[in-house]
């Protein structure tokens, strides 16, 4: 398995595979090339939902004179296909065909993947998890031993735009970019003075809601594991600093513990909506949560795994369907409810691991094989589901 700097990348929203994918197939044409004008046509789910997702905005403030096409041809390898023609002096001088493969990473048509050299001796939770034992050490201690030196100040880095995420998104209000005319909602979230409503629900949500809107604003943010789950491991983690008092050191060996859980999902099933949907996106976010909360709540190996395997059960066959491609409905408000269904899967854990019958290696195996019985229209097309029914109050 790959570093799981790979999975946590810090980048701009307001989509992982539809914006920091396209972002990094540009500079790596720009490093391959010097052309003067290029042009890009955007197949599958980068098609249907680019405009969205402001796929063409990202390209163009890369490429600069670039003309950018929406295919309709759908008979492609890879839901996010993106070809590239480089011209020179209005002579073809290249072409290349890229795929966004989710999380922000991206392969190249040709190159033999994985490109990304192995840091991991492990395929799977068991494998890993046998070896914890063995060893006597931690999910975050097995991080440290495999990653290099540098991983500890990475995930420092990480826990400090996540922070910075939520506070810029609880301190924005007006409302969101694109013709859906959705209001900013974590400021009033926060001050919220509703009496029936519990103190972890008001902050959990206000916390996701915030760096959320920040991702579907353009605004910097940490996939965990993309742009579109964004909102729900650093909701969780900062409501436990901050109700809780865990302290900057824990915070940071739970994100790697919940680096484990999203790896092994990478490796194994998927983290891409165009693939398999949003039980991978934000199934597999609100894995990584759960797992992170039992790091701190409990720390014992066995209720880490049972969490992470409760909060992605209980994702299996959720859709990917943004109104008008936007990650803004129903994304913001599934990454609240994902954050708290985290919180609860480790709360349950604890009690019930014991009991526990299904292995979360089996629950990723169940998610691929479901994410590939979904219709493409459920898969971030925009062409079903809430997409397809949504009509604008009048």
Same mark, same amino acid.
């Given at each position: ?12 929203? !307001? ?34 939902? $680019? ?7 990202? *390209? ?7 003309? *950018? ?5 759908? %008979?492609?390898?890879? !839901? ?13 001088? $290249? ?8 999380? $922000? ?23 890993? &998890? ?88 353009? =605004? ?10 964004? =909102? ?40 891409? $909506? ?6 991978? &996106?934000? =199934? ?37 369907? !943004? ?45 691929? &094989?479901?994410? %590939? ?18 009509? !604008?109050?009048?």
């Amino acid at each position: 398995m790959k570093s799981i700097k790979s999975l946590y990348n810090i980048g701009h929203g !307001p989509s992982s595979s539809h914006t920091i994918g396209p972002e990094r197939v540009c500079y790596d044409i720009l490093k391959r090339y010097q052309g003067d004008h290029y042009k890009v046509i955007l197949y599958g789910s980068l098609s249907l939902t $680019g405009k969205g997702h402001l796929t063409d905005q990202i *390209i163009k403030k890369i490429l600069g004179n670039v003309e *950018i096409e929406f295919s309709k041809d759908f %008979n492609i390898e890879h !839901p996010n296909t993106m070809d590239v023609y480089i011209f020179k002096s209005k002579n073809l001088i $290249g072409k290349e065909r890229y795929y966004s493969v989710g999380g $922000g990473a991206i392969q190249r048509k040709g190159d033999h993947f994985p490109k990304e050299k192995d840091v991991y001796p492990h395929k799977s939770f068991e494998e890993i &998890e046998n070896y914890c034992i063995e060893e006597n050490i931690t999910l975050y201690e097995y991080v440290y031993r495999f990653e290099d030196d540098s991983i500890k100040a990475y995930l420092q880095d990480v826990w400090k735009v996540m922070q910075e995420s939520i506070n810029l998104g609880l301190h924005t209000e007006g409302y969101l970019p694109g013709k859906l005319k959705v209001k900013r909602k974590a400021k009033s979230l926060l001050y919220s003075q509703k009496n029936k409503v519990s103190i972890e629900l008001r902050l959990v949500s206000a916390y996701a809601y915030a760096v959320s809107e920040v991702n579907a604003s353009g =605004g910097l943010v940490v996939t965990a594991p993309t742009c579109g789950a964004s =909102g729900v491991l650093p909701s969780v983690l900062y409501y436990l600093k901050d109700v809780y008092k865990y302290n900057d050191t824990m915070i940071i060996n739970a994100i790697a513990t919940a680096g484990v859980i999203g790896n092994v999902v990478k490796h194994n099933g998927s983290i891409s $909506g165009a693939e398999a949907g949003c039980q991978a &996106e934000v =199934g597999t976010a609100c894995s990584m949560a759960a797992a992170a909360y039992s790091q701190l709540e409990s720390g014992d190996l066995s209720v880490i795994e049972y969490a992470a395997e409760i909060a992605l059960e209980h994702h299996l066959g959720l859709t990917c369907d !943004p109104i008008d491609g936007y990650v803004q409905i129903p994304c913001i408000e599934r990454n609240a409810v994902a954050a708290h269904r985290a919180i609860n899967a480790g709360e349950l854990a604890q009690l019930l691991t014991s009991t526990s019958l299904i292995s979360f290696d089996t629950i990723i195996e169940t998610m691929k &094989e479901t994410g %590939n019985d979904l219709l493409d229209s459920y898969r971030e097309t925009s062409q079903g589901g809430l997409a397809k029914k949504y009509k !604008p109050k009048l």
